[in-house]
Structures are given as C-alpha cells and as structure tokens.
C-alpha cells in the first residue's frame, strides 16, 4: 500500500525553533523537584534552548521505580515559561495526559515509544488533541518496524495535527552492542526518503544510554542533515532519579553544542563541488546499472538451479553449501576492506530472495513475498 501523504507545518513555521541547525530540545529525563526544573531550566536558558523538556509521567520498565511526579511537575513547568520565556514540552501516553497538558499550557508533547508501538493509545491521544495546536513528536516504537512508526503518524495528521514530526531514540536489541538501543539508521533513512519534510530530531540521550556517546551520536545525526536534537540535561545527573548515567549538566551540553559538534552544509553553491559530485554520483550510477545486471544474471542462474533440484527431487535449502558460500565472500571481502556485518546483510538478503525463487520453481505457487 502506498503512504499516505502527509499534511505538515514546517518545523519552522511552529513558532519555538529557528535556523540554523540544530533545533535542540533540552531538560532533565524526570522533573523531580521545583528547585531542580528551575534551575536546569535557568542554565539552559542561559546557553540559548528555547524548548525546555522534562518527564512528567514516566513508564518504567519494572515496577517500583520513579514513575514521574504527576500533574504537580506541570505547575514546576508552567512557572519555567513564566520566569523564563521557555516553551514546554512532555511526553504523553494517554488521553488524561493530553488533557492535563492542555490545561497547563504545555507547548509541545511527544509519543514514547512503547506508546508508539499500541494503535490503541495512538488513536486515543489523537483524539484528545483533535481542535488543538500543539506540535506532536512521535518517537520511533520499541522495535523496528516503520509501518507502526508511519501509522501513528497518520493517526494524528488525520485528527488534524499539521505541526508534526518524529524523535529516533534507536530500537530495542538483544545483541550486545554499545549504545543501549540499536540505532539502526537505515530505518530512520528509509522514513526521511518517504518523508523528507517531516521534521526529523533525534535522541541521543536515550540511543546512547551513556553521556559518553552523546556527541558522536548527535554528530551521526546533523551529518545525515536531520534536524533537530532531544538532549537530556539536568542540573545534577548524580543524583537524578531516573537515567541519571545519560544526562548533560547544562555546561556540559553548551560546550556539546558549540565546541564538540560540527553542522555541514546540506549543498553548496560552488561550481567545482556541484562538477566533481556530478561526476562522482555519475559513477555510482553507471556502478549501480552493473550491480542490477550482476544481481539478474545470479538470479537467472538460482532459478536455472532449483529447476534442476525439481528435476533431481533435491530439497531447497542447502545450509552446508550457504555457509561456506558465505564464508569465502566474507573472507574475500577483508581483500577489498568491506565489514563483514555489512557483506553479511547484503549476502543473507541474496540467499533469501534465491530461495524464494527456486521455492516458486519447486512448488508451483507464486512467492508469499510478492
């Protein structure tokens, strides 16, 4: 099915961020007192946020730990915009929470991603915002899968929300990696190229999981040319309640933004930079025309072989033959500096779509892939 398309406000037309990249998002993970939301609140108005954050109602993974202060946090935050001129903003997961938003005059409030991941609440937080202008942010759900992703999306353009954009926080894995969520960026890709004026910001507080991983995360991020950043900052990370291992002091975060991190420009004007990347992409074009016919040519070769299994009453898969086909291309891919990760991907994928057609030889029946 094809997306949908999506009616949306620039991101800079919301009235709370302004160019040049990136637009940033700062606070702490939980607002836990009134004299921590303020002063957090204070240091990043002093390095230049605008847009002050800070969980008011967390979902934890386990019970018994800091679920968030509740609606008293929100009278905290409704006193930062007084005295500071900060706009506000929280996370929500039901429809009391956008009630409760609503009345405080919260400016901005995002979807988590476990919230992401239910349709269920999606829809239920879309209709509490219906007749409202409050820019909505839809972090990625817990796993990858980016039809969830761009259906809550849709939920909440079809209950009128035009001032809408997504957070990457990174996916849940098993795999022993060194952020704490997989970032998985070929994903976040896949949603730009669909939607490339979706307003795009990414969290590399809770990618990470670590403070230490901030910068080369953020760096990954404005390189891609996305947008915006949600950092979690706090005015005393050691003793926070929640994430404490994850968190900026707004010193930390100012010498981030100005010293640490570099903006490129997404194009320039210069008559030898567009010659030179003309003739590069050029090149790659006329690589890509080869690799199309190289992938034809394999395949017509698979298929010529599952006719003669057919032929020979030979079963399909043949995993002592795979593995040591994949062993040789990994091996030969050192030669030519390619990741095995990545030659892995890309040979598995092969292997697959050559057994789904060697299966529609043996069997009879069109690909379920299809």
Not at 57 to 78: A, D, N, Y
Not at 342 to 347: E, I, P, Q, R, S
Request: aromatic letters at 8%; charged letters at 25%.
């Amino acid at each position: 099915m094809a997306d949908r398309k999506l009616e949306l406000v620039p991101l800079y037309d919301w009235g709370m961020f302004t160019e040049p990249r990136p637009s940033v998002i700062a606070g702490p993970c939980s607002a836990e007192t009134k004299e921590q939301v303020m002063e957090t609140a204070k240091g990043l108005k002093e390095l230049g946020i605008n847009v002050f954050r800070a969980g008011i109602w967390k979902p934890r993974t386990h019970p018994g730990s800091f679920e968030g202060i509740g609606v008293e946090g929100l009278g905290w935050m409704q006193q930062v915009k007084k005295e500071y001129g900060l706009k506000i903003s929280t996370e929500v997961a039901s429809e009391r929470h956008v009630y409760e938003c609503i009345k405080f005059g919260v400016d901005l409030v995002w979807l988590g991603a476990r919230t992401t991941a239910n349709p269920f609440l999606v829809q239920e937080i879309a209709d509490a915002l219906k007749g409202t202008d409050i820019p909505v942010l839809v972090k990625n759900p817990v796993n990858p899968d980016l039809d969830l992703w761009i259906g809550a999306l849709e939920r909440l353009n079809r209950a009128g929300i035009k001032k809408l954009g997504v957070i990457h926080r990174g996916f849940s894995t098993f795999e022993k990696i060194r952020y704490r969520n997989d970032p998985q960026w070929q994903v976040a890709i896949e949603l730009r190229s669909r939607y490339p004026e979706l307003p795009f910001f990414v969290d590399p507080s809770h990618m990470g999981g670590n403070r230490d991983y901030i910068q080369e995360i953020s760096q990954r991020s404005l390189d891609l040319g996305f947008e915006g950043l949600m950092i979690e900052s706090h005015c005393n990370p050691t003793c926070a309640l929640s994430d404490a291992k994850q968190q900026l002091t707004p010193p930390e975060l100012s010498d981030l933004l100005y010293n640490q991190i570099t903006v490129r420009d997404t194009d320039s004007d210069s008559p030898q930079w567009k010659e030179n990347i003309d003739q590069l992409r050029a090149k790659i074009d006329v690589l890509d025309e080869n690799l199309l016919y190289t992938l034809a040519s394999r395949m017509k070769v698979s298929r010529q072989i599952g006719q003669y299994k057919k032929d020979n009453n030979i079963a399909i898969l043949q995993t002592s033959r795979w593995d040591a086909v994949l062993a040789k291309v990994v091996e030969k891919g050192k030669e030519y500096d390619l990741p095995e990760k990545f030659l892995t991907a890309v040979f598995n994928a092969i292997h697959e779509a050559s057994v789904e057609a060697q299966n529609e030889i043996i069997s009879g029946r069109p690909s379920e892939r299809q």
